[in-house]
Nanobody, 111 residues
């Protein structure tokens, strides 16, 4: 059974940094395309970043240059490093595999 457990969300000040984690079980993340998506209050899901099984990464324009997606194959864990954070980054962040997502982790950017 595919399970994804996100963590690392927090309240951060504008300009701050955060690392989100997604612990995966039931499959091997290095063999899968993985995604981070987010949902801001009152809005729909927004794709943030992805990493292919070969390690190719892509980013939404809204986070390009401020986010880095990575994975630790030994820990079977996906990460999203965020810096220079903005209030508009406030959202629940989910990791996704083949349409399955975890419970999400809340990120709030506010002074």
């Amino acid at each position: 059974e595919v399970q994804l457990v996100e963590s690392g969300g927090a309240l951060v000040q504008p300009g701050g940094s955060l690392r989100l984690s997604c612990a995966a079980s039931g499959f091997t993340i290095s063999n899968s395309a993985m995604y981070w998506v987010r949902q801001a209050p009152g809005k729909g899901l927004e794709w943030v970043s992805s990493i292919s099984s070969s390690g190719t990464t892509n980013y939404a324009d809204s986070v390009k240059g401020r986010c880095t997606i990575s994975r630790d194959d030994a820990k079977n864990t996906l990460y999203l490093h965020m810096k220079s954070m903005r209030p508009e980054d406030t959202a629940i962040y989910y990791c996704v595999k083949d349409g399955t997502r975890g419970q999400g982790t809340q990120v709030m950017v506010s002074s």
